[in-house]
């Protein structure tokens, strides 16, 4: 019997997946558990469209994101804060200040989660820190803090 797995089911396949399984495990465990439901003509056409919008709307968020990477690429940003006795910051200069002041000069969202410092940014001068828009697309901005 076809079933569509509607959950992962370890040594079976992931979710989505439509496999051959005997008639006894499909009408016994995996349809009354709703790990699975019986595979018809129509079922396998809707979710054949469901991958193909999917894999479309991955392709949109890669091009937005080659885009935004393409916008980002080698530009400066300036943070201003207030600091100390010879230019020490009071704390550190955080990911999320990052991807605001990107979002302000830029006008681009970017998530704080994305934004990747090597080291903490502790003192004045230039940065440089690695933003990673889409897996494989990572774009590099150059960071100035300045005292305020």
């Known amino acids: 019997m076809k079933v569509i ?3 992962d089911v370890k040594k079976l396949g992931k979710a989505g997946d439509v496999v051959e399984v005997s ?3 499909a009408r016994n465990y995996l349809i009354p558990r ?9 079922k396998i056409r809707a979710l054949q469209e469901k991958a193909r919008v999917e894999e479309r709307r991955q392709e949109k968020e890669r091009e ?11 530009r400066a940003i300036t943070v201003k804060v207030k600091t100390g006795e010879q ?22 969202s970017v998530d704080k989660k994305k ?6 940014i502790k003192a004045l001068g230039s940065y440089s ?3 990673r828009l889409f897996p494989g697309i990572i ?3 150059k960071v100035n803090v300045v005292a305020d």
């Open 5 to 7: 797995l509607l959950e």
């Open 23 to 25: 008639d006894g495990y």
């Open 34 to 42: 709703g790990l699975a439901e019986q595979a018809d003509k129509g």
């Open 64 to 74: 937005e994101a080659m885009a935004i990477a393409e916008s980002l690429k080698e």
């Open 87 to 108: 230019g020490r910051l009071y704390g550190s200069i955080t990911s999320m200040d990052i991807a605001d002041a990107i979002e302000k000069e830029f006008g681009v």
């Open 115 to 120: 934004v990747e410092i090597s080291e903490p």
């Open 129 to 131: 820190v690695s933003v």
């Open 139 to 141: 774009s590099n901005v």
